[in-house]
Structures are given as structure tokens and as C-alpha cells.
């Protein structure tokens, strides 16, 4: 469909976009979300196998590529697979995902977030496990409320009344500004 | 300041802080040499098999070399926006019905406190979590448990048995433990026992899980499952053939011990087979 014409219809446009979509490879979607995926894992599992949870869910999403590049928005299906992984209880002890991100990392230790910006993630990782999720993908991916809603799963009321929540507890604990919920 | 000026700027700062530690190409490069040497595995392991699976490995491996995607006709590329139903391993049965596709195919009957977001575990285990407490709180379920050792092998425990009611006698006796009951049960019809217990206040922790000290329980392939001071709960146990032992874990980081109350509606909702 590429070099359409002048007289391009609206129809063959739409066709154009569910076409590119289609052909997008692992590979570009890999390059393009990893980093993000790596600081979402970070800040919402505050764990030294963050980096492992991003890798993981990167897997899974490679292994089912197939299915999941045919989805409206892959990224989403991965936040998610990464945003249940860093609020588990459990960790995966393979070493797979682990060796694969060693290598792929630039340096060995992480350098710490600024004082108050760890504090910060500190904080949401003490809110409700749903809290935490839906305030992590509004800040760290700028996401409204009816996308973090389809990212999850639930209902966008749902995802309104954490995030006004978080927010207040957020104030109320590191601003000592108490908010009120919306 | 508020509180949204400062969430921004620190999510620029973790965005900036990840994209100067990750390097996405050396790791995909990584990632495709892993996949590529599995999958030749993988294909090898299927020769012995027989001339039809190795075609059909062969296409596998071809497939996964290239790391491209089958463009489908462009009728069928209806797009999905129910993320859960279109992982592979779950089908969605109906408003909160789903089948895991465990090694013996679970169906669960998700309760309204629970988040419906069933996440898979590897192969053989799958959890799910509440969303009516506010710690941490929610089951998952274990085929093919393993019971491990009281150190930090994560190795089976063979003293354990390998059956349900031998496993149980087993966890009710760990030394770990203490207050500890045993509760004859049923879990899709099957019969069932459920233990109860708490960790024995000073006992050593050789384990590790979530950065926590722990003593383990079970193991599987990709989970495992241990008591630690800030983690309890109840594990039900019942045979399942196909399955071996099925663990089905109860658990709650809510300091309120109640948090686990609700968690046996769900265990009310499973069914194997």
C-alpha cells in the first residue's frame, strides 16, 4: 500500500496503518519499549530483579508474538504482563531472562535515582498493589485514565479512584499536604 | 511543589536512568542467540520423535530465527481489547469464568474481590489477586509441586512422599511451623486437606524470597513458595491425576490475618479436568 496516490480515500489510509501495524517486528517493538518497560519494572517492584521482569515480560511477548502484535496497542500487553510480574509475590528462578539482560546491560550496578525521586517510588510501592500500578503507568507513561483502564483490565471508574487515592496518599505522606481525592 | 510536579520528574529521572544502563540492541541480540539455541534444541530433541515433527520443528525454528511476524490476511486482524483473553494459556469462558491450560486444565470461577487478572506462573502455576484488601493478598495454584528441603537448595524434600495426605503430614511437621492445623476438605469435588499454620517466632530462614529470609515449602520449574516473617498463610492439597500433588496456595502480606478470609471463595471456584 506504500506510494498511494493523490486521490488516496480515507478507506485505504485506514488500510495503510492496520498494514504497517501488521509488519511491525519483534525487533523494532523490542528496541522501541524496552528502556521504558526497564524503568516501569524498576520503580514499580523497587526489586534487583526488576531488570529480570522487564526481560521476562519481553519473552513472553516474543514467544506469542503472533498473537500479540495483532492486538490494538502490544505495549500494552507487555505493561500489564510487566506490571502483574512487579507486584508478585513470586519470582520466576530461571536464570534465562536474568543472563540475557546482564549482557545486554551497559554496566553492572545501577546508578541511583536522586534522594527524593527514590523516596518517591519508594512511596507508591507502599500503596495498594492496584494503586501502585495505576499511578506508575500514569507518570511513567503519561497514560489517561481510559488507557491504563484497558492496560489493566478494569474499569476505567476503577482506575480513576486509585489514582485519586495514590495521589492523596502520595501528598499526605511525602508533601505532608494532604490532598483530596478527587 | 506538588505531588504531580514531583511524580513527573521522577519518572524522568527513572526513564533517563534506564535508557543510560540498557543498551536494547545488545539485549535483543541476546535474546534472539538464547531462542535460536532453544529452538535448535528443541528441533534436535523432536528428530528422534519421527520425519512429520521434524518438519514442524523445523518451521518453528525457521520462524524464530527470522523473529518476523506471519502478516495474516487483513480480514483477520480483528482487534482485541481484552488483554486477558488473548494470552496464550487462558480462555475466557465467560463474565469471570476461565480455563488455564495447566498441565491439567484449571477452571476458575474468579469472585468479585478477586482482580480476574490471573497471571501464569510458567507452565504449571497460576495466581490471582484480591482487590477488596489493601496489602498484598491472594492463591495460587501449583500442579506438579514439589516439597523442598528446609535450606536453601530449593531441592525436593524426598521424606515428603508424593502424595496428597503424605505431603500434608509432611508441612504440618516443619519445624518452622507452629499452631499448625490440618483440615480434611474438597476442591472441585476431589478431596482435599488444608494446613494451617504460622512461622515459629526466632526459627532460622535459610531461604530467600522477595528479598525477604524464608523457609521454603514447595518448589516448581519457574516458582516456589516459602513463610516468611511478613508472608502467611494456608496451603490446600489434593491429587489430581495428570498433575501430581496440586498445591493450592492461600497467602497474604496484610498484617490483618482476616485478609485471608476471602481467599477461599476462590478456592471454592476451581475445578481440574
Same mark, same amino acid.
Given at each position: 500500500m506504500a506510494g498511494t496516490s493523490a486521490d488516496t480515500t480515507g478507506e485505504d489510509v485506514r488500510a495503510d496503518v492496520v498494514e504497517l501495524r501488521a509488519y511491525e517486528t519483534f525487533d523494532a517493538f523490542f528496541r522501541r519499549e524496552m528502556p521504558a518497560l526497564v524503568a516501569f519494572a524498576r520503580v514499580l517492584? $523497587?526489586? @534487583? *530483579?526488576a531488570d529480570d521482569i522487564a526481560q521476562e515480560a519481553m519473552l513472553a511477548a516474543y514467544r506469542q508474538w503472533e498473537d500479540v502484535s495483532r492486538?490494538?496497542?502490544p505495549a500494552a500487553w507487555v505493561r500489564r504482563v510487566c506490571a502483574n510480574r512487579s507486584v508478585s509475590t513470586f519470582r520466576r528462578r530461571t536464570g534465562e531472562a536474568r543472563a540475557l539482560l546482564r549482557l545486554g546491560s551497559r554496566r553492572e550496578e545501577h546508578q541511583p535515582l536522586a534522594q527524593e525521586h527514590e523516596e518517591f517510588w519508594s512511596e507508591v510501592r507502599q500503596l495498594s498493589r492496584r494503586q501502585a500500578q495505576v499511578v506508575a503507568l500514569h507518570y511513567m507513561y503519561d497514560l489517561g485514565v481510559a488507557d491504563i483502564a484497558a492496560t489493566l483490565g478494569c474499569a476505567e471508574g476503577t482506575v480513576k479512584v486509585h489514582l485519586s487515592r495514590g495521589r492523596a496518599a502520595l501528598a499526605a505522606r511525602i508533601l505532608h499536604t494532604p490532598e483530596e481525592p478527587e | 511543589m506538588t505531588i504531580d510536579e514531583l511524580a513527573h520528574a521522577a519518572a524522568t529521572d527513572a526513564r533517563r536512568h534506564a535508557g543510560r544502563d540498557i543498551d536494547p540492541s545488545n539485549a535483543l541480540r541476546q535474546l534472539h542467540r538464547a531462542r535460536h539455541r532453544r529452538s535448535v534444541a528443541t528441533a534436535l530433541s523432536v528428530v528422534v520423535v519421527g520425519a512429520l515433527a521434524i518438519v514442524a520443528g523445523g518451521a518453528v525454528v525457521a520462524h524464530q530465527r527470522t523473529g518476523a511476524v506471519v502478516v495474516p490476511p487483513? @480480514? *483477520?486482524?480483528?482487534? *482485541?481489547?481484552d488483554l486477558q483473553c488473548s494470552v496464550t494459556g487462558i480462555t475466557c469462558l465467560g463474565p469471570g469464568l476461565y480455563r488455564l491450560a495447566l498441565p491439567v486444565p484449571v477452571t476458575v470461577a474468579v469472585p468479585p474481590s478477586f482482580e480476574g487478572a490471573t497471571i501464569a506462573l510458567g507452565d504449571d502455576a497460576a495466581e490471582d489477586y484480591r482487590n477488596d484488601v489493601t496489602g498484598h493478598t491472594g492463591v495460587t495454584v501449583f500442579e506438579k509441586a514439589v516439597p523442598v528441603r528446609?535450606?536453601?537448595?530449593?531441592?525436593? #524434600?524426598?521424606? @515428603? $512422599?508424593?502424595t496428597a495426605r503424605s505431603m500434608t503430614t509432611w508441612l504440618s511437621k516443619r519445624p518452622f511451623l507452629t499452631h499448625t492445623s490440618i483440615t480434611p476438605t474438597s476442591v472441585g469435588g476431589r478431596p482435599a486437606w488444608r494446613v494451617a499454620a504460622d512461622l515459629k517466632p $526466632?526459627? #532460622? /530462614?535459610p531461604a530467600s524470597k522477595n528479598n525477604e529470609s524464608a523457609a521454603p515449602t514447595f518448589g516448581g520449574a519457574v516458582w516456589n513458595a516459602a513463610y516468611t516473617p511478613s508472608l502467611r498463610g494456608s496451603y490446600t492439597l489434593l491429587d489430581v491425576p495428570g498433575a501430581g500433588v496440586v498445591v493450592i496456595w492461600s497467602w497474604?502480606? #496484610?498484617? #490483618?490475618?482476616? @485478609? /485471608?478470609? $476471602?481467599?477461599q471463595e476462590f478456592i471454592d471456584g476451581l475445578t481440574f479436568g
Open positions: 517492584s $523497587g526489586s @534487583a *530483579s492486538l490494538d496497542v | 487483513l @480480514a *483477520s486482524l480483528t482487534p *482485541s481489547t528446609y535450606d536453601n537448595t530449593w531441592s525436593r #524434600d524426598a521424606t @515428603a $512422599g508424593t $526466632g526459627v #532460622d /530462614l497474604t502480606l #496484610d498484617k #490483618d490475618p482476616q @485478609a /485471608l478470609v $476471602g481467599n
